[in-house]
């Protein structure tokens, strides 16, 4: 399988722990992107990457979220000091930009479901 | 200010007859819109994209109409079967100015009836 994939699909926590999750994109994807999907809503922009270069964060993003690619390859999205309000779906993605590629389209993992108690 | 609308939450059709989900934008710097499909606890599944240079792109049973004037897209699912039945999000995104983030609406829930 060469999709994006995502760890791990689900996770609980208490109110005020940390939490990581992973994104894994297609191998050949320059860009990466972090969407949180909640109930009855479309994906919310979160942040993406191209290459290892953070290129732009939502307002979203508090500073209790950070994300990185340091080799350019996987990701990673912490969440510090989690809140309830934090529960959502996390959604990875990934897209090949650039070069001869004129469209930007992203394929997207299977999700990481928070759950904040 | 939500930039992208779907402003049908749900739609029912009968199999084998056509299913037509609309899409409205404001932001006239988007350029490049996408379908997806999604089904429970998955990830969204991109169907078909088009750039704002064309007005109709299709591929199988899925057309996607752009209408830039009036600022709508539409996506054509003819002829519409069960495994159909899915949530469709519309989305846009600005790629003229090296955007990167895609803009979705809230979706519309699709149910196709056997």
């Known amino acids: 399988d060469t999709g994006v994939s995502q760890n791990p699909r689900h996770k609980i926590t208490k109110r005020g722990q940390n939490v990581t999750f992973r994104c894994d994109p ?12 909640t109930l009855g809503q479309g994906p919310e922009f979160l942040t993406y990457f191209q290459n290892e270069a953070q290129l732009e964060k939502s307002r979203l993003l508090s500073d209790r979220f950070s994300a990185e690619r340091p080799k350019g390859s996987f990701s990673t999205l912490e969440i510090q000091r ?13 897209s090949s930009f650039g070069g001869r590629a004129s469209t930007d389209t ?5 999700g990481t479901r928070l759950t904040v108690l | 200010d939500q930039q992208v609308k779907q402003n049908s939450p ?15 934008y404001t932001n006239s710097m988007f350029d490049y819109f996408l379908w997806y499909k999604k089904y429970p606890a998955e990830g969204p599944t991109f169907l078909i994209s088009i750039s704002s240079i064309k007005d109709k792109n299709e ?3 899925f057309t996607v109409f752009l209408n830039k004037s009036a600022k709508h897209l539409s996506l054509h699912i003819v002829p519409s079967q069960p495994g159909d039945s899915a949530v469709y ?6 790629l003229r100015t090296n955007a990167g983030k895609s803009t979705f609406g ?9």
């Not at chain 2, 749900?10 to 409205?24: A, W």
Request: net charge negative.
């Open chain 2, 10 to 24: 749900s739609l029912s059709v009968q199999e084998g007859r056509i299913s037509i989900l609309n899409c409205d």
């Open chain 2, 89 to 94: 999000f519309c989305a846009a995104s600005a």
């Open chain 1, 26 to 37: 297609i191998s050949e994807h320059n860009r990466l992107y972090w969407y949180r999907q």
């Open chain 2, 106 to 114: 809230d979706g519309t829930t699709l149910t196709v009836k056997p």
């Open chain 1, 82 to 94: 989690t809140e309830q309000g934090d529960s959502a779906m996390y959604l990875c993605a990934s």
């Open chain 2, 59 to 61: 591929d199988g049973r």
């Open chain 1, 106 to 110: 992203q394929y997207f993992g299977p």
